[in-house]
């Protein structure tokens, strides 16, 4: 099929792989950060101002939500809204990491199935103009190239647009837990008035 679907396929074939590559990497990242339960006890924790426990116990998780509560306090005699605003930039850009190539290889895989049309219907009617209609099968096989390529380029497409629209929703969520978890954690602190 990649021979058939001539030059075009190779460019086709890296950007699935790509695609492939961005989404199992994804998958991974956001099944290793799922757990929100810790990071909703440790705030309970600091809302009765046990700051040092509730540290402790967001230390060694991996979430996002979980990493910015925690810079908070560490920093909350300085300044944990700072601190907290640095660790929520970070891990924004940890969770949309990659995201940009996928959306390349959205809009650049229907584009270069496209090519391959052109460049399919190019030859048939190359063929065409030089023999007539004396080798039906060499037009045919131009026009061939070009629905493979297209269909290729279509179907990396639309399997790439689920899983970047998913993952771009994931961390639109994640971003909207972390700031509700650092408005939480300031109030605590606010409260409690940690010098």
Not at 124 to 142: D, H
Request: proline content about 5%.
């Amino acid at each position: 099929m990649l021979a058939k679907g001539g030059l075009v396929m190779v460019p086709l074939l890296v950007c699935s792989v790509l695609s492939l590559t961005v989404i199992i990497e994804r998958a991974a990242y956001w099944w290793n950060r799922r757990d929100s339960a810790p990071v909703e006890r440790a705030l309970r924790m600091a809302e009765h101002a046990k700051f040092d426990e509730a540290a402790e116990l967001l230390g060694s998780l991996r979430g996002p939500a979980a990493r910015v509560v925690a810079a908070g306090l560490q920093h909350r005699g300085a300044a944990p809204t700072k601190a907290m605003e640095m660790a929520a930039q970070e891990e924004m850009g940890q969770m949309r990491r990659y995201l940009p190539l996928l959306d390349t290889v959205i809009t650049l895989s229907p584009l270069l199935g496209l090519l391959g049309t052109v460049t399919g219907m190019i030859a048939a009617f190359g063929v065409l103009s030089s023999s007539g209609l004396n080798q039906p099968t060499a037009i045919t096989g131009g026009v061939a190239e070009a629905l493979i390529a297209t269909a290729a380029g279509l179907g990396i497409a639309i399997v790439t647009l689920v899983p970047y629209n998913y993952f771009s929703s994931k961390a639109d969520r994640a971003g909207e837990a972390m700031e509700e978890c650092a408005t939480r954690l300031e109030l605590a602190l606010t409260e409690h008035e940690i010098p």
